[in-house]
């Protein structure tokens, strides 16, 4: 009898390990979502200004610019983080938009990247341009991963939602 009631709660104990240790399977490096989307919401947000900032400091960081470029890196992307507002603006103020209004929209976002790039190119020197089409390219192919094998929609079918929101209101409770 005693060796009966010892494997059953070794069995339990067992049993509610596993259950425990399945629940707290996160990845250590990957915020939670609640956390990207309040970081998204502060960068909606901002200013032109401050976006600007923010999207320099990160550049110079990654790729070790000189105080020189640095400074004409600000100015470059100011000015397309006003040229962005001013684009949002106009296009804000039709509201129901036909297929022409949106993809001369989508082109003008292009061509003002392009603009961009071109810039970037001169102030960066050929290494430091190299590094940012590299990271670049790793954030494309993130992207792209993230998203294989899912079609539109098809993650609310599966019920992934759901638990990432329950996810969320463990963090939070």
């Known amino acids: 009898m005693k060796k009966l009631i010892a494997a059953f709660s070794l069995g339990i104990l067992v049993a509610g390990s596993s259950a425990y240790a399945q629940t707290t399977t996160k990845q250590q490096d990957q915020k939670p979502r609640s956390e990207m989307r309040g970081a998204m919401k502060d960068r909606a947000q901002k200013s032109p200004e ?13 790729l070790e610019l000189s105080a020189s470029q640095k400074n004409q890196l600000q100015e470059l992307n100011m000015r397309q983080a006003q040229e962005m507002k001013t684009m949002r603006e106009s296009h804000k103020a039709t509201r129901e938009k036909t297929a022409e209004q949106r993809t001369q929209m989508k082109e003008d976002r292009k061509a003002n990247h392009e603009k961009w790039q071109t810039e970037l190119k001169s102030i960066l020197s050929a290494e430091q ?45």
């Not at 401050?50 to 110079?60: H, L, S």
């Open 50 to 62: 401050g976006m600007a900032q923010m999207k320099t400091d990160r550049m110079a960081q990654k």
């Open 129 to 173: 341009y190299a590094k940012y089409e590299a990271d670049h390219e790793q954030m494309k192919q993130k992207r792209v991963d993230g998203r294989k094998g899912m079609k539109p929609g098809e993650h609310k079918q599966s019920g992934e939602h759901k638990k990432r929101g329950e996810f969320r209101k463990q963090q939070q409770g």
